[in-house]
């Protein structure tokens, strides 16, 4: 989320990649995109994320997910700022046909310098989670952690940021997810950009009563507006 005097600003990122070995192959898709809009006087922002990851062969997917987040930011002060978001998504091999979550929290800016930003954000939210494969269908209360830190070089040719998110359940803190995101970007034109992520994922208890983790690498271009 840029937190300049920029009115709106669109981020597209896509990587495809397909190898294949005598019968066997491998294909992999993975596309995301950004768009923000502030208001007038800048105090407020609407932020909307949309993401699609899928990793698959011949005989299984690996990986199948989609998610959509939407997230409304007000500024209070140069230290404190208000948000609310509603987020929808999918992923079938956590047997997870629908989870759809909505809160409300705060958003602290822990460091403000030229080239280095960091932000806390704490929040409450509630969601509902569907499991056709378990026939399961959970109404929780979790609360949302996350500590995201950008940084770019003096020249402005490189663009580091991390963000991880914590979100426990209230009820039984070792039911809980983890999301770190590690993301690199180097400029190679005004809208087009080299970039990398790392990310993990960590889900301590499935619809299936088990933990699961996952993490994967991408290299592509970053388009921007």
């Known amino acids: ?15 495809f990649n397909y190898s294949k070995q005598n019968d066997d192959y491998v294909y992999s898709v993975s596309a995301n995109t950004t768009w923000q809009w502030k208001s007038r006087d800048l105090r ?3 932020f909307v994320l949309g993401n699609y990851s899928l ?5 299984q ?3 199948n997910s989609w998610l959509l987040h939407g997230r409304y930011n007000r500024k209070i002060s140069q230290l404190f700022r208000t948000e609310a ?13 629908s989870r759809f979550l909505a809160g409300a929290g705060i958003r602290l800016k822990v460091v403000d310098k030229d080239h280095l930003s960091a932000y806390l954000g704490q929040s409450v939210m509630y969601e509902i989670e569907e499991s056709s494969g378990f026939d ?18 003096k020249d402005e040719k490189v663009s580091l940021t991390n963000t991880i998110y914590f979100q426990p359940l209230y009820r039984a803190i070792s039911n809980h997810r983890i ?8 400029p190679i034109s005004e809208v087009i950009s080299i970039s990398g992520s790392y990310n993990y994922f960590l889900m301590s208890e499935t619809p299936a009563g088990v933990s699961d983790s996952s993490s994967n690498v991408y290299f592509g271009l970053s388009f921007s507006i």
């Open 44 to 46: 407020e922002i609407f």
């Open 61 to 63: 997917d690996y990986q």
């Open 85 to 97: 978001f509603l987020q929808h998504q999918n992923n079938k091999l956590l047997v997870i046909d």
């Open 1 to 15: 989320m840029q937190t300049d005097s920029v009115r709106f600003a669109m981020v597209a990122d896509a990587w």
């Open 55 to 59: 990793v698959s062969t011949q005989d």
């Open 136 to 153: 399961q269908k959970n109404y929780n209360w979790r609360h949302n952690a996350y500590f995201s830190l950008s940084l770019t070089t």
């Open 179 to 186: 999301l770190q995101q590690f993301k690199i970007e180097v």
